[in-house]
């Protein structure tokens, strides 16, 4: 379990959690027996269930390893809240609907040794027709940046030096911050040995909100980058759509982008305490 922070393979583990409770004990549990040193610091974004109750009873049983904290917001600004408590040279991000491999964290600690950022294997487990869907994959020089923050690693110097999450991003506040680190000139390591489950939506509808949700942020990052539309390898997205939930998703994240597109230059001309109403109302939709 965690140490020391002076090693320098020292790892903090980051991870925001809302209404979790169905699936935060499993992931915990799933940590405890990670190699060190590393600590886990939950940040609950006020949670209505018991995730919190969750997260303080393993920083109680583990006071030296595990922090429970609490902030409203974004999954950015919950993640960048966390990074600044924490005490490793290297952040490791998850989530709370997933659980880790026993050996994800030294894997990820080992090519964090070579490389700055590093994203691991993520493997659905669900309902077997939404384990088929692979991502919509974003290019940026060359590199694939659509890596999710359920299992990702980064040194904390760099992420530093990127401002870290972009806290207006209601979703893909992952690919923006993969994108400035490749801009920045980090190269992003793939590493599937480093392998975290992941629990997909439980019902249609659940599935079909957070394909929504991740066409908005998509959008978003036009707005914030610039056209991405030739970063796409859009032959391979169109044949991909080979079965009706397929096709679902895509129209359903289409929707969400059409919905950033017709809202957008509304919220760019709220006043910061509507703009803040409004990512607040977005966000209790989207984990609704």
């Not at 169905?22 to 590393?38: F, I, M, W």
């Amino acid at each position: 379990m965690g140490s020391d922070p002076s090693d320098r393979s020292f790892i903090s583990i980051v991870i925001t959690v809302k209404n979790e409770g169905a699936h935060l004990r499993h992931l915990l549990e799933s940590l405890v027996p990670q190699e060190g040193p590393y600590e886990v610091i939950v940040v609950d974004a006020l949670s209505r269930d018991d995730t919190f109750d969750i997260a303080q009873e393993f920083a109680a049983r583990y006071p030296n390893t595990f922090q429970a904290r609490q902030r409203f917001g974004s999954r950015g600004m919950g993640r960048n809240a966390g990074v600044e408590l924490a005490r490793g040279e290297f952040i490791a991000f998850t989530d709370g609907d997933c659980f880790a491999d026993s050996h994800w964290l030294s894997t990820l600690r080992s090519s964090l040794g070579q490389d700055d950022v590093v994203a691991g294997r993520t493997v659905p487990v669900g309902r077997s027709q939404y384990n088929m869907l692979e991502r919509v994959e974003l290019f940026q020089r060359g590199s694939d940046v659509t890596y999710p923050s359920c299992n990702l690693g980064y040194r904390r110097s760099l992420f530093q030096d990127l401002g870290g999450f972009d806290p207006h991003f209601i979703t893909a506040e992952d690919i923006d911050l993969n994108l400035r680190a490749v801009e920045r000139g980090a190269r992003i390591r793939y590493e599937e040995r480093a392998i975290i489950y992941h629990a997909m939506r439980p019902s249609f509808i659940r599935f079909l909100y957070q394909a929504f949700w991740n066409g908005y942020g998509r959008k978003q990052l036009t707005e914030k980058h610039g056209s991405l539309w030739g970063n796409y390898r859009i032959r391979r997205l169109m044949s991909g759509q080979r079965s009706v939930i397929a096709w679902a998703r895509l129209v359903a994240a289409l929707a969400g982008y059409m919905m950033r597109v017709l809202t957008g230059n509304r919220l760019l001309n709220e006043t910061p305490g509507d703009r803040a109403s409004t990512r607040r109302e977005l966000d209790e939709r989207r984990t609704a």
